[in-house]
């Protein structure tokens, strides 16, 4: 049956500080809250209380407006420097394997840019973790420090690893790695910036530490040796699998290991192991990791026997440099850049799963660990994971950046905190008559937050356990309020700034407006002039016209009048001429009267006395 580890992490947040020289990303809002330290019943000095959760709230335009909780073992805030974490999260670490001979393991992980590396190998400015641990392994050490003997390395070592001095080893690489590429030790500060911390370790003078140090890298899924320089191409991956000696547990077979006497030393072979990381470029960092890298301490403590051989007691620290998670849009990734991103975001995703089910292991549920998905899950879950020994002190640093990537971090913060609480902003929603708000917010808040109220049973500690539940309950819902009144103030700003705007807006529309009308008016003058020209061009054409028909119509009406004078002239002569015949018949019978009475006068007769007689007549 697959044995389950029984590895439960120590859980730490840290909070970058805000990236100085990028204005880029320098301007971006902090979604990010430490909450002050929640006192307890048991907490005698306030002071010293250190915080333990977080908030995250969403930027005002992202589809859900949840304020979510995060609880971890210890937050340690952007002022917080590297001495901070080593002091707090890494010493208690090598307590455990200096003086009780445990396996312990520090790992980093987080959202890309956000300060995995920093936290572990440090810059210019301040030593990290490693060369810390390994600062303070020597002192404490010291004198005691030896080398492996051939029997005592044919002793422990049944995972065919290559051991080497340190200077046998230097002169190898070099022979094949230009020496000025390796990064020197003096890159670090080489002094500690404290007091060097110093672990008392157990046992007689006679009892000798030899300290074999071994780099590897997970790149796609395969293990790869950092101290065994080659071509890219024809890098060998190496094996994950059980020895002799390691029973159920897996190591990695083939290693090459130094084994390192002095700090120097040990820097040297740490240059090497980061000269030969797989790094790249990308969009969100400069100088991404590309691969997860393991720095192993193997301890071996040598302790003579009295029939003159040794006995080895081995522990080994093992500190872990994850790669970051990526989104490809962000990261503007491509071809091989894209691939090593797929496979990180997925080995980091079964770790997501593997840390979420150990933290439920860890409070005494039995889920089963699925670490065997993937080779990360599997060398930091089983590697130092000795069935045999007591459980390995493992601490992971989360880090984050408050103004980072608001869905990464989220993401990130979701799968690593060791509980989770949440509140919706959202106004509340009617569902099939009943409303979620006001005061069912606080059953509401309970139920996600991921804090199961214990039942008080007869125990006074149970009740203590309850009631400093309902302590953080209301610590919770009091660290809300005011993170609600300070949304509320930030929404007041945003709405007083959005009225302003508003009111520019009208003005502008308003002169807009002015303009607009000026234009329109204008070019209605002209269409109305160009109207007026078409219409008089029209009327004048119009009239042209009818002055024709009329000038044709009087024609017509004169034609006609001439034609019907001339018949009425040629009635009227006709008259006439009928007149005149008339006239004259009446002109010659008057004639011939006057004839014949001229006749009758000559002739005697009384013509007068006849013509009135002819007048009687008629
Ligand atoms: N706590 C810090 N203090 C000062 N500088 C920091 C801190 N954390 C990170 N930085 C700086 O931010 C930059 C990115 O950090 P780092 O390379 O450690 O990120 P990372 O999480 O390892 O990213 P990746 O996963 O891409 O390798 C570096 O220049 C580093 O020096």
């Known amino acids: 049956m697959e044995s389950q580890p029984h590895a439960s992490f120590q859980v730490y947040l840290r909070l970058r500080p805000p990236y100085q020289q990028s204005p880029r990303k320098s301007h971006r809002e902090n979604f990010l809250t430490v909450l002050p330290p929640v006192p307890t019943a048991s907490d005698e000095n306030i002071e010293c209380m250190t915080s333990t959760q977080v908030t995250i709230h969403p930027p005002s335009n992202h589809r859900s407006q949840k304020i979510e909780t995060f609880s971890f073992t210890e937050v340690f805030?952007?002022?917080?420097?590297?001495?901070?974490?080593?002091?707090?999260?890494?010493?208690?670490?090598?307590?455990?394997?200096?003086?009780?001979g445990r396996d312990g393991m520090l790992a980093t992980l987080g959202v890309t840019g956000s300060g995995k590396t920093h936290t572990i190998l440090g810059n210019r400015q301040a030593r990290g973790m490693t060369q810390m641990s390994l600062d303070v392994l020597f002192r404490s050490l010291s004198d005691r420090i030896s080398r492996l003997s051939e029997s005592q390395i044919e002793q422990c070592n049944d995972a065919d690893a290559e051991i080497m001095d340190a200077d046998a080893f230097m002169t190898k690489v070099t022979s094949v790695i230009e020496p000025h590429q390796i990064p020197k030790p003096n890159t670090f500060p080489t002094k500690p910036s404290v007091d060097p911390y110093i672990v008392q370790c157990p046992g007689p003078p006679s009892t000798?530490?030899?300290?074999?140090?071994?780099?590897?890298?997970?790149?796609?899924?395969?293990?790869?040796?950092?101290?065994?320089?080659?071509?890219?191409?024809?890098?060998?991956?190496?094996?994950?699998?059980?020895?002799?000696?390691?029973?159920?547990?897996?190591?990695?077979?083939?290693?090459?290991?130094?084994?390192?006497?002095?700090?120097?030393?040990?820097?040297?072979?740490?240059?090497?192991?980061?000269?030969?990381r797989s790094h790249g470029e990308t969009g969100s960092n400069d100088k991404s990791s590309r691969s997860h890298c393991f720095i192993s301490l193997e301890l071996k403590k040598l302790k003579n026997k009295l029939d003159g051989s040794t006995k080895i007691k081995e522990s080994t620290f093992t500190i872990v440099d994850l790669a970051g998670s990526e989104r490809a849009r962000n990261a503007k990734t491509a071809g091989d850049r894209l691939a090593e991103g797929g496979h990180i975001n997925k080995s980091l995703m079964f770790l997501g799963q593997c840390l979420e089910l150990s933290t439920a292991q860890s409070l005494g549920h039995t889920p089963k660990v699925p670490y065997r998905q993937s080779k990360l899950t599997e060398l930091l879950f089983t590697n130092s994971y000795n069935p045999a020994a007591e459980p390995q002190i493992a601490a992971i640093v989360v880090t984050a950046?408050?103004?980072?990537?608001?869905?990464?971090?989220?993401?990130?913060?979701?799968?690593?905190?060791?509980?989770?609480?949440?509140?919706?902003?959202?106004?509340?929603?009617?569902?099939?008559?009943?409303?979620?708000?006001?005061?069912?917010?606080?059953?509401?808040?309970s139920t996600v937050s991921g804090y199961t109220e214990e039942r008080p049973d007869s125990s006074l500690s149970a009740l203590s356990a309850a009631s400093s539940h309902r302590a953080m309950l209301s610590q919770d819902m009091m660290n809300m309020i005011v993170l609600l009144q300070r949304q509320l103030k930030e929404a007041d700003e945003k709405i007083k700034v959005a009225e302003k705007r508003a009111e520019e807006a009208d003005a502008r529309c308003l002169e807009i407006e002015m303009q607009v009308r000026e234009e329109v008016t204008s070019d209605m003058e002209l269409r109305m002039s160009m109207m007026e020209k078409r219409m008089l061009l029209k009327l004048q054409d119009q009239a042209e016209k009818e002055e024709m028909h009329v000038d044709h119509k009087l024609d017509i009406l004169k034609r006609t009048l001439m034609e019907t004078n001339d018949e009425n002239d040629r009635a009227r002569d006709m008259e006439i001429e009928e007149y005149v015949r008339e006239?004259?018949?009446?002109?010659?019978?008057?004639?011939?009267?006057?004839?014949?009475?001229?006749?009758?006068?000559?002739?005697?007769?009384?013509?007068?006395?006849?013509?009135?007689?002819?007048?009687?007549?008629?």
């Open 583 to 618: 006239l004259e018949a009446e002109n010659n019978s008057l004639r011939n009267e006057v004839q014949a009475l001229k006749r009758k006068r000559a002739n005697g007769e009384s013509p007068l006395k006849e013509r009135s007689l002819n007048r009687l007549k008629f």
């Open 208 to 276: 000798k530490y030899a300290i074999l140090m071994s780099i590897y890298e997970v790149y796609n899924d395969k293990i790869f040796d950092l101290l065994a320089p080659s071509n890219v191409a024809r890098r060998k991956a190496l094996l994950f699998k059980s020895t002799r000696s390691s029973g159920d547990r897996k190591v990695v077979t083939g290693l090459r290991k130094v084994m390192v006497t002095n700090l120097y030393d040990a820097l040297q072979v740490m240059g090497v192991g980061q000269y030969q």
């Open 77 to 100: 805030d952007e002022t917080c420097g590297q001495n901070d974490v080593f002091g707090r999260v890494v010493t208690p670490i090598l307590e455990g394997v200096l003086q009780d």
């Open 401 to 445: 950046d408050p103004a980072g990537d608001f869905n990464a971090t989220s993401q990130m913060l979701k799968y690593s905190a060791l509980a989770k609480s949440s509140v919706n902003l959202r106004p509340p929603t009617v569902m099939s008559g009943r409303s979620v708000s006001g005061s069912s917010l606080f059953s509401h808040f």
